[in-house]
């Protein structure tokens, strides 16, 4: 099993809808959680991170962490093109190194 | 904000040469670092974990005499390709975390160099 999945294919999405992404971890010791924007040729940049179970939500983001179910989700509100890149989910799992998923790409459609 | 870094941006080698690419941590202190490759379409694999004065950490099947890591100081790491081939080509990526460690901050990304070995 990966340490940090994202299965889900890319997601396109209408300008100004909500897209939704979704990550599984497999360390139940996870520390803390990450969503980083990267677009193509480029390198990632942070948008959120979490660590305690619920939703944090900044600007048009929302995360959201569920610790015992093992996930972590991220919400983009109001969808923009400059929305369109692939969206890193990574995780800490204590030993000081991020593991990364594979990424979901997003195109949002104007 | 925290600021990394990464030189050069982009560069093109013969086969058999050494590429060196460094990683600054700009506007705080850096204890670790690491060292991501990043191929077309795939996510970040990380390569090592670079320790101010101490050895790099590698992962599993990285060869750590062909990508030699150097972090000397809790400012500079840097990365050496050594005798480059073509499947080096990548794009690698670096990452400081600032000595600090708050959950959250640090695991601040370079703007990545674009390795091409021709």
């Known amino acids: 099993q990966k340490e940090v999945e994202q299965n889900s294919g890319p997601l396109s999405v209408p300008e100004g809808a909500i897209a939704s992404l979704n990550c599984t971890y497999s360390?139940?010791?996870?520390?803390?959680f990450f969503w980083y924007r990267q677009y193509s040729g480029k390198s990632p940049e942070l948008i959120m991170f979490?660590?305690?179970?619920g939703d944090k939500e900044d600007g048009r983001f929302t995360a959201q962490l569920n610790k015992a179910s093992q996930y972590v989700s991220l919400l983009i509100r109001d969808s923009q093109p400059s929305d369109s890149a692939t969206y890193l989910c990574a995780v800490n799992n204590g030993n000081n190194r991020l593991a990364f998923g594979k990424g979901n790409q997003v195109v949002v459609i104007p | 904000g925290a600021v990394v870094s990464q030189h050069p941006s982009w560069v093109i080698c013969k086969s058999g040469t050494s590429v060196k690419i460094e990683c600054r941590s700009l506007?705080?202190?850096?204890?670790?670092m690491f060292w991501y490759r990043q191929f077309p379409k795939q996510s970040l694999m990380l390569m090592a974990t670079?320790?101010?004065?101490?050895?790099?950490?590698?992962e599993q099947g990285v060869e750590k005499d062909k990508f030699l890591i150097n972090h000397a100081s809790l400012t500079l790491s840097t990365l050496t390709v050594t005798s480059a081939h073509p499947e080096d080509s990548s794009f690698y990526i670096c990452?400081?975390?600032?000595?600090?460690?708050?959950?959250?901050?640090?695991?601040?990304f370079g703007s990545g160099t674009r390795l091409t070995v021709v």
């Open positions: 979490i660590y305690s179970n």
């Open positions: 990452s400081a975390r600032d000595v600090q460690g708050a959950i959250g901050y640090g695991y601040t």
């Open positions: 506007d705080f202190q850096a204890t670790t």
């Open positions: 360390d139940r010791g996870s520390q803390s």
């Open positions: 670079s320790n101010e004065g101490s050895k790099a950490t590698y």
